[in-house]
């Protein structure tokens, strides 16, 4: 058996895609430290796993299964369980002030596939995506294959050169609402001055919306896509926004039911990067988020969900305000899960303090990844939606630990 291994060790085999090499392992890091009792993670952007609605989800399934039978146990089409596409067009239709179809509608394994099948669908080697900067990491891992390049997006839409950067772009990527990483809330004029760039310069817009549940002070504002629709009311939708939104943060992400609003076009050839991702997405989840929809369940249970998490938000800004705003500048988000912290001191380089906070067993997640070059590093994404109130505050204690050691250590 030893000789075997040895044989093994010594073949020398095809090098792994260079796309890989330019990749980060973050997400895999913080995903299994959320699984340490003895560490307290601030990084994931988890929900909390107890607020789950787990008896209304076994009455859905008991409910889905007795309604569908062995349907719910196929393959189906690639676009989706048809009655879900059906019930999500007319939701969207209710939300964006406009008539949309199933045409319209792609069914997808949380909105993160939805991400990948957009590069899919669009992106060659090089080509231009203008994006919020910082940028979501899951889009940016989600487009790394297809080796595009970037350009900020600057709300302001105040660059000379930022409409000739529109005109070459393939799509703007932008989180109007309570962006990941940085919790913002974008101003209704600037979502409506962005989406008339965007129509005058023919690209693509991609209205990334996982966290609209997620409403802690006011009002979100209408999506871009309903800014659209209040454009152009009438008639088959052929806009250029491509809108993502998902069950993961309002129900559970377990279930893994997302979907992407666009013209009929655009569909297709979504549904054709599809099939080759995964042929069907699982009819028998799709089917139980058709039932837990039809049943009203995200209106029984996001509000005291909401409440919670406010709670644990207020936490966090509280203990922080006390213990890190030596170092550090935030806003307190109006919603979503975020709190994005910029150091004061131009020392701090959060790379390199990460390695402390794990010493002292608190996570977060380093600004770094949220830029494509990896040049972003004096800023941290801080969660408090997947944490008891007490274990946020005895993290924000662990981190100021590991600050003042950091900055001892830099002399």
Known sequence: MQRHVDL?????????ANWLGNSNSITQQFMAIGGRKDVVSLAGGLPASEFYPKAAIEDASRKALQRWGSAALEYGPIEGFPALR???????????GRSFTAANVLLTVGAMQGLDLIGKALLDKGDLIVAQHPTYVGALDAWRPRQPSYAPLDWSLAEPAFSKRLARAKFVYAVPNYSNPTGALVPTAARQALLERVMASGTWLVEDDP???LQYDGDAGPSILALHGAMAPNGPYGG?????????????????????????????????AKQSSDLSSSMLTQAVALE????DV???????????????????????????SDWFEWEVPPG????????????IDTNDLYAFALEEKVAFVPSSVFDNAGELRNAMRVNFTRTPPEIIEEGILRLAKATKRYLASLG
């Open 240 to 272: 250029p926004v491509i809108y993502l939104g998902t069950l993961s943060k309002s129900i559970v992400p377990g279930l893994r039911v997302g979907w992407t609003i666009a013209e009929p076009g655009m569909i297709q050839n979504l549904t054709l």
């Open 336 to 347: 979503g899960m975020f709190v994005w912290m910029r150091a004061k001191d131009p020392r």
């Open 8 to 16: 093994d060790r010594s073949v020398r085999r095809p090098a792994y």
């Open 292 to 295: 837990l929809l039809e049943h």
């Open 211 to 213: 966290y609209l549940p």
């Open 298 to 324: 995200e209106k029984d249970h996001v509000p005291g969900m909401v409440e919670r998490y406010r709670e644990r938000r207020d936490m966090l800004c509280k203990t922080a305000s006390r213990h890190l």
């Open 86 to 96: 059906e019930h999500i067009a007319a939701r969207i239709s209710k939300a964006a």
